[in-house]
């Protein structure tokens, strides 16, 4: 089936460090990547995603690529600030499906510190 | 442009008894799903309305309803509630249900079941 495995969190970085989170996905055919972020008590905002193969979805410093050939869709961030620190979910969509509906991965917490 | 808009934010029901959480989309929006996520996991699709029709169910009783106006808002039920329905209930909305759309959630409905 369909599925999304995410890195183990939670992962504490120092502000201006470099940010990876790993996403790995099982799916049928050719899925739409999405990457969400939950702050504390809040609901998910989207904040990127990938629809094909090489596309490179960007967003407030965040990158993402979708790559097929290793089925993976890390996260990327140059430089996190505090104000990152929030839980990270990486999801997809099945392309030809009877809906959109989004699986997703169990979520990763950062935690970023002055 | 209002986002996905939920209500009740919070609420506590006891065991047993039944509870409506209701959605309004995006605007513009034909599409609402409802997730239910649990502390510490990621979200889990529940079911997905469009035209007013239920289009796909994912694992859950059918003490989960729902159901969908013709002005898109929806509604979400859950009767004869357990302990273990305690969660975060999440609406999303898209324009139609092809996979690449762009899914926005909102705030979410937390749910406390005593």
């Known amino acids: 089936g369909n599925s999304v495995t995410q890195m183990e969190g939670p992962v504490t970085l120092s502000e201006e460090a470099f940010l990876t989170i790993n996403c790995t996905y099982t799916?049928?055919?050719?899925?739409?990547l999405f990457w969400y972020v939950q702050y504390p008590g809040e609901g998910l905002q989207l904040l990127l995603k990938?629809?094909?193969?090489?596309d490179k979805g960007s967003n407030k410093g965040f990158e993402a690529t979708y790559r097929k050939e290793t089925t993976s869709f890390h996260l990327e961030k140059g430089s996190v600030q505090v104000s990152d620190s929030a839980v990270y979910f990486c999801?997809?969509?099945?392309?030809?499906?009877?809906?959109?509906?989004?699986?997703f991965g169990t979520g990763t917490l950062l935690a970023v510190q002055p | 442009d209002a986002g996905v808009t939920q209500s009740p934010t919070h609420l506590i029901k006891t065991r047993g008894q039944q509870v409506t959480l209701r959605c309004s989309p995006k605007?513009?929006?034909?599409?609402v799903s409802w997730y239910q996520q649990a502390l510490g996991q990621g979200p889990q699709f529940i079911f997905q309305?469009?035209?007013?029709?239920?289009?796909q169910r994912g694992n859950f009783p059918d003490r989960f309803s729902g159901h969908q106006f013709p002005n898109y808002s929806s509604e979400l039920n859950v009767n004869a509630l357990l302990l273990g329905d305690s969660a975060l209930y999440l609406c999303?909305?898209?324009?139609?249900?092809?996979?690449?759309?762009?899914?926005?959630f909102g705030e979410g409905s937390w749910l406390t079941v005593v």
């Open positions: 999801a997809l969509t099945r392309y030809g499906g009877a809906t959109n509906k989004l699986i």
């Open positions: 309305y469009y035209e007013e029709e239920e289009r």
């Open positions: 990938a629809t094909k193969a090489d």
């Open positions: 999303a909305s898209s324009l139609g249900r092809d996979s690449g759309n762009t899914i926005y």
């Open positions: 799916a049928t055919g050719y899925p739409s």
């Open positions: 605007s513009g929006h034909d599409t």
